[in-house]
């Protein structure tokens, strides 16, 4: 069974860290290339940032650059977003996605599997 699992998010004060985990079963995440897009509510779905399977080169939203970091663990099968120095404007549900052709892009169509989405919430 093709599915993504998502694990790390919960409630922090500003200027703290998460590591926020995608995990795969069915595929292998590794040769995928992976999004994460987040959304609060009443707004459309963001992108973040992704990890491209060709090259393992990685792009960030403006947002985000030089707080949050995409890496893999090809062993675990596993993906993740490290969040640092949170914002209040960080809060919302984050997702990741994946490609498994290893293209993927900036946006959300681009991405065939979805996780469940983790709720992320910054107080401040």
């Known amino acids: 069974q093709v599915q993504l699992v998502q694990s790390g998010g919960g409630l922090v004060q500003a200027g703290d860290s998460l590591r926020l985990s995608c995990a795969a079963s069915?595929?292998?995440?590794?040769?995928?290339?992976v999004g994460w897009f987040r959304q609060s509510p009443g707004k459309a779905r963001d992108f973040i940032g992704a990890v491209m399977h060709f090259g393992g080169s990685t792009v960030y939203a403006d947002s985000v650059k030089g707080r949050f970091t995409i890496s893999r663990d090809n062993a675990k099968n596993t993906v993740y977003l490290q969040v640092n120095s949170l914002k209040f404007e960080d809060t919302a549900v984050y997702y990741c996605a994946a490609d498994p052709a290893g293209f993927g892009g900036q946006t959300a169509d681009k991405y065939g599997y979805w996780g469940q989405g983790t709720q992320v919430t910054v107080s401040s």
């Open positions: 069915g595929f292998t995440l590794g040769l995928s290339a």
